[in-house]
């Protein structure tokens, strides 16, 4: 049909045909919008009670984890969360509050009615925060092209019966579920503790009245008033002494025996003109309960450098030592006696390790020549002992075992000692000398075997070297994403480790098959990675990597589970040695009566990692924040029985390094970004005009009756 027909039709519809068939299409229109306002409202009412969310982030940072839904269903108190975030904050700041409202929406949604949480306004509630001891942090903004800095409140603070905690700085969204559902799960413990307690909580306040201090006089109200309101937050359960040890010598022995050391000073005169005789007297706090005790300083230094008393974190450190006392997180059992690492050396001891895992732990040393296992101990740290076992430690670690429960060992096959006159650049090196446990035959026993060398990696730490250039470090390889097991808990989340001096791990598969044991391996080294066997020698001048035949992965650390049969099943039970300076026990051993279990009573795990220097200082921060951190809180929460705790902690983990690639691959990406991407908006550009061609045409052939001119 041509225009000219189109047009004659149209003149021959009258006027009324016209008016009906438009009142006709504006009714249709009407209704077809009234229909579609009908549904978007039933929707909307649908969805107000049936809703779902889905989280598409890999590691489900965005939903809760399982161990947070289950924790906050199942409040028998209430429990309100109050947030203190200042309005207007900077990027990224900003984020970190969204974050911090869509992960508290999900505790609520997850939560029973004993749940709530409130966002405090600061601006208009400018005391709120600081009646739970949050205070402003200092945060750097940019404005008018110029960088300024302003306080803003980003806090959080938990109320739960009579007990109040704190997260006093929020400035990141890494790691928030983790560390409000711990420290609610530490709450819970805390309340059940506290009730069931005994007796009351001694804090006493030691302060000799004659040291020299300014407004030493009103510091013991200062003290009392403190610890009665924190005693009101916790059930009462508190009582409040003010010793002078300065008008009793055996309360300044004691004051002592507590670590209170004692002040000194000469004689001299104040500003005032007062004269000051020389003196001594200490002053500080000590809470105990059980036997046990924590102390608590109240001195500092100001910018001036002068001493002076300071009560305004003693409220934050009374809460701690009740934490520590009442025993609140469980109890991780730590072997001592074989020169292992020292959980309170800070310089080369395992001390950062026992500060990261506080949180939900408490390391529990056990001597095993002299104590036994505590009951209420389910998992044991075996970490870089240097001397040999008896037959009868290794009876108790290995009945431990046949309970079911958990064993974490890091051995070194090598122990490095600094020889005298070394140190230099041409003094002698330090002596590296094999280390014999006695564990090696337990642990094979097992189906694993630690072995007598260094893996060394291509793949590994490189550090700069103002003399020599880049120093390559092998004996510190640098194990990726593709060296770590994917399915355990333990190493699932994590991007990146390092592991330091370590030896190789063997399985031996004919011992697991026949005792039906599973094996994993958690983390291995490099393809590109050897041994170094013989004489060890750690300078990294004297390392030359062999040919690429002779390279392979090696197993770092490895995972065994299920039941396991005892090392003395066929054996005689060892007999108790006589200790020094002690008598042996009458009747031998108290195990002895109940037998040997031959084979444990139900499934239990061993973890064993061929180097304890990934516990040290130089890779562990208190923080828990960097990579190998993470890796020894999610091995301890394993074997612990909180596998659901390493998932939850990966949330929002910031060390997501970029994957190697090869020389080709890398000369393929550049020739494209290059090349390729020009050449495709060219031929996107051809394809459009083509399009745009054969529709013109499409459209010329349907008016113009297929092209013949009509």
């Not at 409140?153 to 109320?159: D, H, T």
């Not at 002068?306 to 974190?313: A, E, G, L, R, S």
Request: glycine share 8%; hydrophobic share 40%.
């Amino acid at each position: 049909m041509d225009i000219k027909q189109m047009l004659s039709q149209v003149k021959s519809l009258d006027a009324a045909g016209l008016a009906k068939r438009i009142t006709q299409s504006l009714g249709a229109r009407r209704s077809t919008l009234a229909i579609n306002i009908v549904i978007i409202l039933m929707i909307n009412l649908v969805a107000g009670v049936l809703y779902f969310r889905c989280d598409a982030t890999r590691n489900g940072a965005y939903s809760l984890s399982p161990l947070s839904r289950e924790l906050v269903a199942n409040l028998a108190e209430p429990l309100t969360v109050k947030v203190f975030f200042s309005k207007d904050l900077p990027a990224p700041y900003n984020g970190v509050y969204r974050y911090v409202s869509d992960i508290l929406g999900e505790f609520k949604n997850s939560a029973n009615r004993n749940f709530r949480y409130e966002f405090v306004d600061v601006e208009k509630q400018k005391d709120a925060a600081g009646d739970y001891g949050i205070y402003p942090v200092q945060v750097r903004e940019i404005q008018s092209d110029q960088v300024k800095f302003r306080n803003a409140f980003m806090g959080i603070a938990i109320v739960h019966g009579d007990l109040v905690e704190k997260i006093e700085s929020i400035t990141e969204a890494e790691g928030i579920e983790y560390r409000i559902t711990t420290l609610i799960k530490k709450m819970i413990g805390k309340v059940d503790a506290l009730v069931k307690l005994d007796g009351q909580i001694a804090v006493t306040f030691y302060a000799s009245s004659s040291i020299p201090l300014r407004g030493i006089e009103t510091v013991n109200e200062q003290v009392e008033k403190i610890v009665r309101t924190v005693g009101a937050k916790n059930y009462n359960k508190l009582s409040y002494k003010h010793v002078d040890p300065g008008a009793d010598k055996n309360q300044m022995a004691l004051a002592e025996s507590y670590g209170l050391f004692p002040l000194r000073w000469p004689a001299f005169t104040t500003d005032l003109g007062k004269r000051v005789e020389a003196g001594s007297g200490v002053i500080g706090v000590v809470v105990e309960h059980g036997g046990r005790f924590e102390t608590i300083q109240v001195l500092t230094r100001n910018i001036m450098g002068q001493i002076q008393v300071n009560t305004d974190t003693l409220a934050d450190g009374l809460n701690a030592a009740i934490g520590n006392l009442i025993s609140v997180n469980q109890k991780v059992g730590y072997v001592t006696g074989h020169n292992e690492r020292d959980i309170n050396d800070e310089r080369a001891g395992a001390a950062n390790f026992k500060t990261l895992i506080s949180d939900l732990y408490e390391f529990k040393t056990v001597d095993l020549s002299k104590d036994e296992i505590p009951d209420d101990i389910n998992t044991l740290i075996v970490n870089g002992p240097k001397s040999r076992f008896s037959e009868y430690e290794l009876f108790k670690i290995d009945q431990f075992l046949m309970k079911g429960r958990s064993v974490l060992f890091f051995l070194d096959s090598f122990d490095e000692m600094n020889m005298q006159g070394g140190g230099g650049m041409f003094g002698r090196q330090p002596l590296v000398i094999p280390v014999d446990t006695g564990l090696a035959d337990y642990l094979k026993s097992f189906g694993v075997s630690v072995n007598r060398d260094i893996v060394l990696d291509m793949s590994c730490y490189r550090t700069a070297n103002q003399m020599f250039g880049e120093q390559v470090i092998y004996f510190a390889p640098m194990v990726n994403e593709e060296s770590l097991d994917r399915a355990n808990p333990i190493t699932a989340s994590l991007k990146r480790i390092f592991f330091l001096k370590g030896s190789s791990i063997a399985l031996q598969e004919d011992a697991l098959k026949s005792t039906n044991l599973t094996a994993t391996t958690l983390v291995s080294s490099s393809r590109r990675s050897w041994l170094m066997e013989g004489r060890i020698n750690f300078n990294p001048m004297m390392m030359q990597p062999p040919a690429e035949t002779e390279m392979r992965s090696h197993k770092l650390a490895v995972l065994v589970s299920g039941q396991f049969e005892s090392y003395f099943k066929d054996r005689a039970e060892p007999p108790v040695k006589e200790e020094k300076g002690k008598a042996p026990a009458p009747g031998g051993s108290p195990i002895a009566s109940s037998g040997i279990i031959k084979k444990a009573v139900k499934p239990g795990k061993i973890l064993v990692a061929g180097t304890s220097e990934i516990t040290g200082p130089s890779v562990v921060d208190k923080e828990g924040k960097s990579p190998n951190a993470i890796l020894l809180h999610n091995m301890v929460d394993y074997l612990a029985g909180n596998a659901a705790i390493p998932q939850m902690r990966s949330k929002g983990l910031e060390f997501n390094p970029l994957r190697e690639a090869g020389d080709l691959k890398r000369y393929l990406l550049k020739g494209f970004n290059i090349a390729g991407v020009p050449l495709l908006v060219v031929a996107a550009g051809l394809l459009i005009w083509r399009m745009r061609n054969m529709r013109r045409r499409r459209i010329q052939q349907e008016f113009t009756g297929g092209g013949s001119g009509e």
